[in-house]
């Protein structure tokens, strides 16, 4: 039976939160907390983060590996240029770098690294005084591509997603944010909330209406033909 | 079309780059973690052992209630505040509530052990016995708070402001809740002014000032 952090203070192992709280205070070994939380089901990334967090350095390339091309991707349709998004890419990692030693084994790590990527990429822009944040959006393609690409294809597939993305890009912040990281990015609703710092059923409700508002300039660009 | 994927040199670069500095582990974090954590209490223990704890005047029930229930409440702050495993934190809505609801809960518990003791309700006092308690609790509250933002400084990408306040509302919860231990006075104006009220200040606070420290701190010119 797994041990909760609460019994490594004597505390009842119903209140495990409580336990890591007092956690903060020094109150266990790192090692005992690890132990306590490396039987949890979860990605490669985070038990690799895990242990980098316990010292073991070797670890770090793997976390790299497992969540650079994900992370890279995002960051592109982000900011749209791949020199900025390996830019964001390289702080977003050494921030984790920095904080490593405050990673709970047990802890999802891509939420958190996604979080860390956003944030960089909102700091940047509103540094770099920019009237709008940037967004792609090329889901919508497969029509075009489906048949041969004649000139009159390829303005009507990038009419379509001007269209998609002029709209996306009207829409309230944490609508195209919910959007883009469930739909575009795959990522559960439970991480983007976590992400977003929202709850679940805002996540829902707003990726929800992103979609239905996207449905939209699809129905309404099928009018006008 | 291929995905893009981030050059080689970069991944060469970052991982040299994290040789070349090295991070605190999860160990050198908790060592470090237990002196700012003995400083947090050093005010507390200073009242303590200056005014001593004990009734004083207030019908011991009264004090014992509402002692055990200020603490039952900086107990369950603190365990949300901090306990969540989520690198994130808990998530706002969570930590909304609870900078909200901490002085709330306090100022119940106070109500409740006013309303089972109705003698103490009324009480005349100046406002000089207010602002001692106010800064008594200004005293032991500070410390925690700023040893908690120190230790987490720089590290929320999501929502530094209310994580910040609802740390101030952990640090003024036990800051009331040592202001309680060593207070002779009762009243409702009085446990509002002077042991209430701090708990929202240092919620206010930690809003303000959590919103800044707490805030991920991006590397400038990270190439």
């Not at chain 1, 790299?64 to 749209?80: A, G, I, N």
């Not at chain 2, 446990?191 to 708990?199: A, E, I, R, Y």
């Amino acid at each position: 039976m797994p041990l909760s952090a609460g019994a490594t203070f004597g505390a009842p192992s119903v209140f495990p939160a409580l336990g890591r709280a007092f956690s903060f205070f020094g109150g266990a070994s790192a090692a005992t907390v690890a132990s306590v939380y490396e039987e949890g089901p979860r990605s490669r990334a985070s038990l690799a983060m895990a242990r980098y967090g316990r010292g073991d350095d070797a670890a770090f390339a793997e976390v790299y590996d497992e969540l650079s091309p994900r992370l890279f991707r995002y960051l592109v349709r982000l900011t749209r240029e791949e020199a900025r998004a390996e830019d964001l890419l390289q702080q977003t990692f050494l921030q984790m770098h920095d904080a490593r030693g405050r990673f709970l084994p047990g802890a999802d790590v891509v939420p958190w690294a996604y979080a860390i990527a956003r944030r960089l990429f909102i700091d940047g822009t509103r540094r770099r005084k920019r009237d709008h944040l940037h967004d792609e959006y090329e889901d919508e393609r497969s029509a075009a591509q489906n048949t041969a690409p004649s000139g009159e294809a390829v303005a009507s597939a990038r009419e379509l997603s001007d269209a998609l993305r002029t709209r996306l890009d009207a829409l309230p912040e944490l609508q195209r944010e919910a959007f883009r990281l469930v739909r575009e990015e795959g990522l559960s609703i439970a991480e983007a909330a976590e992400i977003l710092g929202v709850t679940q059923a805002a996540v829902k409700l707003r990726a929800h209406r992103a979609y239905e508002s996207l449905r939209d300039v699809l129905a309404e660009l099928g009018e006008e033909r | 079309m291929t995905a893009p994927l981030p050059s080689a040199e970069l991944r060469a670069r970052i991982l040299a780059k994290t040789r070349e500095a090295p991070s605190p582990t999860r160990a050198e974090v908790s060592k470090k973690r237990i002196p700012l954590a003995l400083g947090a209490l050093v005010p507390a223990i200073v009242v303590v052992a200056l005014l001593g704890l004990g009734p004083k005047g207030r019908p011991v029930e009264l004090a014992v209630l509402v002692s055990l229930g200020w603490a039952a409440v900086a107990m369950a702050t603190t365990s949300l505040a901090l306990g969540s495993r989520s690198p994130l934190g808990p998530s706002r809505p969570v930590l909304g509530l609870l900078a909200a609801s901490a002085p709330i809960l306090q100022l119940s518990i106070s109500a409740l052990g006013m309303a089972l003791f109705p003698d103490t309700w009324s009480g005349i006092l100046g406002p000089k016995n207010h602002a001692t308690c106010m800064m008594l609790s200004a005293f032991m509250g500070a410390a925690p708070l700023g040893a908690m933002l120190f230790h987490l400084r720089g590290l929320d990408p999501v929502s530094p402001h209310v994580r910040g306040a609802a740390l101030g509302a952990t640090a003024g919860a036990w800051a009331g809740t040592g202001a309680m231990l060593v207070c002779p006075h009762h009243g409702a104006i009085h446990v509002l002014v002077g042991h209430v009220l701090p708990v929202v200040l240092f919620t206010l606070a930690g809003l303000v000032v959590g919103g800044r420290v707490l805030a991920l701190q991006s590397r400038a010119n990270a190439r």
